[in-house]
């Protein structure tokens, strides 16, 4: 069976979040998805993985409720789950940003479809953003895309305050995974004086889905969150795997580097890993193995 990957998200006002919980776990796992789903007063956002069938039910369902009835997905494919389980969760916010001025329901952006995004950014007076963590930014991005060098999504609005002004940056252009956080940050900069803000609508994902490989502006791969850890041209499998210790992607090279040990410890880490963290990462590497055993 071929798995289908989807993400999706909608920002609408969902006050009964908590209600929708249940429900939407148990249809989840009747159906065989695995993946995760945030739920929050503020919205949806979701990626769930299982056969084309049960991906298909569970958007129709979502679709019922009139408020997720323009709610899209982006798909993808791997050749296994790419998620060990099903989760729905609670949260403050279906992505944290810890602004509650930037408010995607009130005001966002301008919309840019990937066919157009090429010509946009090719405009000399437009800055271009890339709104994702450095360790995204460090396998892949835009041509001469501004890199934040954020820890968390959290930092943006300090780089924002620092390294951006409203007067001498008239029109900026923002890009992330698949659009969500851009949702937030262009509401942010509106709310903060800027006045043409645009961001690629779907994000990285839908234009290395749809913009042709001899077309496009992205060099490397793009860090995804989940077991398939990197993508690239046309949604296939990255080359990237994942450090178990401290989660940052790992290229080919930092494999044969002697800082790495599969499942304890990467380049990344190596000098701040502790001896009691080295030895539980240890010990989880040798159940999983053993949970592999048992599978085969």
Known sequence: MTVVVATFYRFVRLPDCAELRSPL????????????????SEGINGTVAGSSDAIAALLTQLQKDPRFSALEAKYSTAATLPFERMKVKLKSEIVTFGQSEADPTQQVGTYVDPADWNQLVEDPDVVLIDT????EVAIGSFERAQNPKTGSFRDFPSYVQTQLDPKQHKKVAMFCTGGIRCEKASAYLLNQGFEQVYHLKGGILKY???????????????????????VRHGLEPGTYDLCRACGHPISTADQTSDRYEAGIVCPHCYDS?????????????????QKQELKS
């Open 273 to 289: 890993l502790t001896p009691e963290k080295r030895a539980k990462q240890k010990m989880r590497r040798q159940q999983l193995l």
């Open 208 to 230: 290395l889905e749809t913009v042709p490989r001899a077309e496009s502006r992205w060099h490397g791969e793009c860090f995804v969150f989940d077991e398939r850890v990197a």
């Open 132 to 135: 994702r963590n450095d360790y």
């Open 25 to 40: 776990l148990e249809f989840c796992q009747s159906r065989g998805l695995m993946g995760s789903i945030l739920l929050a």
